[in-house]
């Protein structure tokens, strides 16, 4: 029977491993400086992908900023100001509703709220918003945990030396934990570079002349320039190769920056083992 | 003591974003989906066979679309909720150390990848090939939909699975070896339903992550509208159907509140499944205190 299992972890060890190499091959063509560093030409058939990749990071810092203060105080409250009651359950079952919810919907909540009621309009502004939404239950995870890993001892000497509850949580708590809130908030990052749906209606553009300058303008972004480039372009089996170097930086991107968060996370866990 | 009290109030109202985001997104969705109602009758909406947005006056039945994500989240979990189980039995028990620094990282990256490369490589490895070996007029349907699906949804049910079995008391394994089980016995009869809560809810959000999931379905089910009669046939899940229609419809058009009732169902139907892998696990962990 243990064959079986053996079996089975190795079908899904070689099965990524596939995928990996499969994608590298392909993908290692198209890699070059200039790839990086110069925007699409001739209707995306030359070129490269710098208007997407610096649309991805400007996506990924605009939803950033807003998600980790929110999810940042919301952890704290968690772990620090609930007393259990109503708004605390409520609270907790929101953040795990909201952790479920399909991508696309919160590209149909980012539409209604952020570009229609509020009239900022297609643009990095709304996906960013949208993004920090979907990036929130993940901080908020992330930072509650940070904050309940800080010893009792760190409290209780702070208290002992007459400091107030929020003396304490900002001096001594906090700091504690922020490396393992830098982690949570390095996964995250990870995941909202590799979402497309949630900005196909909010911000992300088929195709723009030059970076975005504002927040209210159109980006372009790697997964969706995957997306374009593969579905709905004009020259999808010339753009080949394009689309499989683009693959290739989103993965490299993604995984590179998830592996420097689970590598963090790892040691942080060690030497917080006091 | 009048200055400490201002802290937690800041805090706790901040923190109420969370609650005031998912409540929006709700109030959105309804507020948004149900004008199409004016429209149609529910009825219509939800057992109409025929989905013609575009048409004049256009045809809003959802069966289709809604068969389309049911039957693909069906098919992609009979793939992989055996597979996930096996894992997770693998890595919480029969593994020894330095495979499970082995398996560890390669879930945690499985599930690191962007499900929009996953819908890639399904457009462009899989398609083919399920064309040639099964004489298809195309390869984007829903089996190679499943397989994708299937893929991403094995390190989630897979970490969830493991972590209960972990959590299984080292005491019970030992009286059950101390009633002389061999160690399959043990883990078919001891560790695997004791953990059953863990690896229910588990399966419950892999399936939810299934039905939600956009970019793969968008990319490789087909895209036809119809109620699916085989697995080859190609589907059009709620989730594509939004993704692909929305850029194209008139904001405040009917078709534009037919989205977001879409919208609004695939909401509710994954709610109520991450509820009840919610529920489950409390009753788990209610049973074993």
């Known amino acids: ?274 | 003591m009048k200055n400490d009290k201002i802290p937690a109030i800041i805090i706790q109202t901040i923190s109420s974003l969370g609650i005031l985001v998912m409540v929006f997104i709700l109030f959105f969705l309804i507020k948004e989906g149900i004008p199409v109602l004016s429209e149609t009758t529910i009825g219509d909406l939800l057992g109409g066979r025929y989905w013609y947005p575009t048409e004049e006056p256009p045809v809003f039945g959802m069966l289709p679309l809604l068969l389309g994500s049911i039957s693909v989240t069906l098919l992609s979990s009979l793939l992989a909720l055996p597979v996930s189980l096996l894992v997770a039995i693998f890595v919480a028990e029969v593994a020894p150390n330095w495979m499970h620094d082995v398996m560890k990282p390669v879930l945690e990256l499985l599930g690191f990848f962007p499900s929009i490369i996953l819908g890639f490589l399904g457009m462009v490895l899989i398609a083919p090939r399920l064309q040639e070996t099964f004489m298809l007029i195309t390869g984007l349907n829903m089996l190679n939909a499943s397989i994708l699906l299937g893929i991403m949804v094995i390190p989630i049910v897979s970490s969830l699975a493991e972590e209960a079995l972990s959590s299984v008391p080292r005491e019970l394994r030992d009286a059950s070896y101390a009633l002389g089980a061999t160690r399959w016995e043990t883990i078919v009869k001891v560790v695997v339903p004791y953990a059953l809560p863990g690896i229910q809810s588990g399966a419950l959000l892999g399936i939810m992550r299934g039905m939600g999931e956009t970019m793969v379905v968008l990319m490789v089910a087909g895209g036809a509208a119809i109620i699916p009669v085989s697995i080859f046939d190609p589907v059009r899940p709620l989730t594509s159907t939004i993704a692909a229609e929305m850029g194209e419809t008139p904001v405040g058009s009917s078709h534009y509140h037919a989205l977001f009732f879409a919208g609004l169902l695939l909401l509710i139907i994954t709610l109520a499944i991450n509820l009840a892998s919610i529920w489950i696990e409390k009753r788990g962990r209610l049973e074993r205190s």
């Open chain 1, 1 to 274: 029977m243990s064959f079986v299992l053996w079996g089975s972890a190795a079908f899904l060890v070689l099965l990524v491993l596939a995928i990996l190499l499969y994608i590298l091959a392909n993908g290692w063509e198209s890699l070059s400086w200039e790839f990086l560093t110069q925007p699409p030409r001739d209707q995306m058939t030359k070129g490269g992908i710098s208007t997407p990749l610096v649309g991805t990071i400007q996506l990924v810092i605009v939803s950033i900023s807003f998600a980790l203060p929110v999810g940042v105080a919301t952890g704290l409250f968690f772990a620090e100001y609930s007393s259990g009651g109503i708004f605390t359950n409520g609270l907790r079952l929101a953040i795990r509703c909201l952790a479920g919810v399909p991508s696309v919907v919160f590209g149909l909540f980012g539409l209604s709220l952020f570009v229609v009621l509020m009239k900022f309009g297609s643009c990095l502004l709304s996906a960013g918003l949208t993004l920090a939404c979907l990036a929130l239950p993940l901080i908020v995870t992330a930072s509650e945990q940070a904050f309940l890993a800080v010893p009792k001892e760190y409290r209780d000497g702070s208290y002992a030396l007459g400091a107030t509850k929020w003396q304490t949580i900002y001096k001594v708590v906090l700091p504690a934990a922020m490396p393992t809130i830098v982690t949570g908030a390095i996964l995250s990052i990870g995941r909202v570079a590799g979402e497309t749906a949630p900005i196909i209606f909010t911000g992300a553009a088929f195709f723009t002349p030059g970076f975005a300058t504002s927040l209210f303008d159109e980006v372009m972004a790697l997964p969706y320039h995957i997306l374009v480039l593969a579905t709905a372009g004009t020259h999808i089996t010339e753009t080949r190769p394009i689309q499989y170097g683009t693959v290739l930086v989103l993965l490299v991107l993604v995984l590179g920056v998830s592996f420097v968060g689970v590598y963090l996370r790892n040691r942080f866990r060690k030497t917080s083992r006091v």
